[in-house]
């Protein structure tokens, strides 16, 4: 397990790796265990941390928000193109 140090204990202010880390993919939607494996944090600091960024997780997932947007309409190609290739000819006779 990683150590945690900081200037102040108890003091999370977004300047470290570990807590930009958990923004972005708190941003990008990914589940507290998946956070919780990448930072080392324990769940009870990345709730903490979420709800102090006022980060949510379900809005992503929805597809709401500019991130979910701008991800949906980055990704809607190479989905189509997936749903093409790998899983519509399952179905075919």
Same mark, same amino acid.
């Given at each position: 397990m990683?150590?945690h140090?900081?200037?102040?204990?108890?003091t999370?202010r977004?300047?470290?790796?570990? +807590?930009?880390?958990?923004?972005v993919?708190g941003? @990008?939607?990914?589940s507290?265990?998946?956070?919780? +494996?990448?930072?080392? @944090?324990?769940?009870?600091?990345?709730?903490?941390?979420l709800r102090?960024?006022g980060i949510? @997780?379900r809005?992503?997932? +929805?597809g709401?928000?500019?991130?979910?947007q701008?991800?949906?309409a980055?990704?809607?190609?190479?989905?189509?193109?997936?749903v093409r290739v790998n899983?519509?000819?399952r179905?075919r006779k």
């Amino acid at each position: 397990m990683k150590s945690h140090s900081r200037t102040v204990p108890g003091t999370v202010r977004y300047t470290t790796s570990e +807590d930009v880390e958990l923004a972005v993919r708190g941003l @990008l939607g990914q589940s507290l265990w998946a956070i919780m +494996d990448a930072t080392g @944090l324990r769940l009870g600091q990345v709730n903490y941390r979420l709800r102090k960024a006022g980060i949510k @997780l379900r809005p992503f997932r +929805d597809g709401e928000g500019q991130f979910a947007q701008s991800m949906l309409a980055a990704g809607r190609g190479a989905a189509t193109s997936h749903v093409r290739v790998n899983i519509a000819p399952r179905f075919r006779k």
